[in-house]
């Protein structure tokens, strides 16, 4: 089955310590995207990737970093840098960036600090 | 200053009857609007979405109107039923800005269907 996978499920980090968080799928689609949510609040764009080898900051980039190798990849890394890395963080892919392209989602890391 | 507010946290409706989820937006570019439901421990899946060309669209049980003069939304379903509890979250975009242009999340309502 197509659709997008997301691991670990659960991630714990230590301070001072860097984490990757894993973005894989199988649709074929160019664009990729970071989420992070908070409770009580929506969605907000870490970094998004709209071909291989380009990608692009979000509203909330601070302290992430994004590479993408490959098309069927995104990770994510957490770095010492983000002060509050505690969330809930969901990647998502569509055919080609655009307002109007229903994303599909992972379902998710659950990040938190030791 | 959050660009589009789902201010209900929290909708408890009957089993059959019609669950009403509202969404405003105050940016007056966004001009596609987009409701996505999510289960516990699972990502967001798309639902409905409705251009500013249209004030409603119907798909089954679901069905979106929009008013561009109040900047609101709203996702009606009829009948309500039991697998319909989750998360629903509102999104807009302004999709003649950019090819690029990204989607704007509200902070989600929480559908709950009673027997």
């Known amino acids: 089955d197509g659709g997008i996978t997301q691991s670990p499920k659960y991630l714990f980090r230590k301070e001072g310590q860097n984490v990757t968080l894993s973005c894989e799928q199988n649709l074929n689609h160019d664009a990729m995207y970071w989420y992070r949510q908070d409770p009580g609040q929506g969605l907000r764009l870490i970094y998004y990737?709209?071909?291989?080898?380009?990608?692009q900051k979000g509203d909330i980039a601070e302290g992430y970093s994004v590479s993408r190798e490959k098309k069927e990849s995104f990770p994510l890394t957490v770095t010492s840098a983000q002060k509050n890395p505690t969330a809930f963080y969901l990647c998502?892919?569509?055919?080609?960036?655009?307002?109007?392209?229903?994303?599909?989602f992972g379902d998710g890391t659950r990040l938190s600090i030791l | 200053d959050q660009q589009v507010k789902q201010n209900s946290p929290s909708l408890s409706v009957q089993e059959g009857r019609i669950s009403i989820l509202n969404c405003d937006y105050t940016?007056?570019?966004?001009?596609?609007f987009l409701w996505y439901k999510k289960y516990p421990a699972e990502g967001p899946t798309f639902l409905i979405s409705i251009s500013s060309i249209k004030d409603k669209n119907e798909d089954g049980r679901f069905t979106v109107f929009l008013n561009k003069s109040a900047k609101h939304l709203s996702l009606h379903i009829v009948p309500s039923q039991p697998g319909d509890s989750a998360v629903y979250f509102c999104a807009a975009s302004a999709l003649g800005r950019s090819s690029a242009s990204k989607i704007i999340f509200g902070s989600g309502t929480r559908l709950s269907i009673r027997p």
């Open positions: 998502a892919s569509s055919e080609r960036t655009g307002g109007n392209q229903p994303q599909h």
């Open positions: 940016n007056s570019m966004f001009d596609y």
């Open positions: 990737s709209q071909i291989v080898n380009d990608f």
